[in-house]
Nanobody, 124 residues
Framework: QVQLVESGGGLVQAGDSLRLSCTAS????????MGWFRQAPGKDREFVAA????????NYVDSVKGRFTISRDNAKNTVYLQMNSLKPEDTAVYYC?????????????????WGQGTQVTVSS
C-alpha cells in the first residue's frame, strides 16, 4: 500500500510561487506514474499535472502550462509541483496521486492511491 503525504501549501499573493511536495511511504514510487489534482470549493477535482516513472514524460492542464512544473526524485520517494505566477483561480486543495500503470493519463479514475491534500490559497 502506497501512502502519500502532501506538504508545502499555504497562503500567498497573486504572482507568488509555491512548491508542493508529495512524499511516499510504504512502497517506492519508482514504478508509478504520479499526478497532481486540485479541487476548488464547489467544483469537481481536476487534473493539474502528471509525470512518468522516469520523468521523461509530463502532461499539464492548459491553464497551468508555462507556470507549473512537475518533477520527481525517485531516490527521495518524492514528487514536486513548482507553481509560479500563481493566480487567485489556482486556489484549491491540491492532491497527489499514484497510478500503477505506465501511461501518463489525466484521468482521475486511473489513479489508485491518493494523499489527503494540501490547501493553496492565492489572494488577489
Amino acid at each position: 500500500q502506497v501512502q502519500l503525504v502532501e506538504s508545502g501549501g499555504g497562503l500567498v499573493q497573486a504572482g507568488d510561487s509555491l512548491r508542493l511536495s508529495c512524499t511516499a511511504s510504504g512502497r517506492t514510487l519508482s514504478p508509478y506514474v504520479m499526478g497532481w489534482f486540485r479541487q476548488a470549493p464547489g467544483k469537481d477535482r481536476e487534473f493539474v499535472a502528471a509525470i512518468s516513472w522516469s520523468g521523461a514524460t509530463t502532461n499539464y492542464v492548459d491553464s497551468v502550462k508555462g507556470r507549473f512544473t512537475i518533477s520527481r526524485d525517485n531516490a527521495k520517494n518524492t514528487v514536486y509541483l513548482q507553481m509560479n505566477s500563481l493566480k487567485p483561480e489556482d486556489t484549491a486543495v491540491y492532491y497527489c496521486a499514484a497510478d500503477k500503470g505506465n501511461v501518463v493519463r489525466p484521468t482521475r479514475g486511473a489513479y489508485e492511491h491518493w494523499g489527503q491534500g494540501t490547501q493553496v490559497t492565492v489572494s488577489s
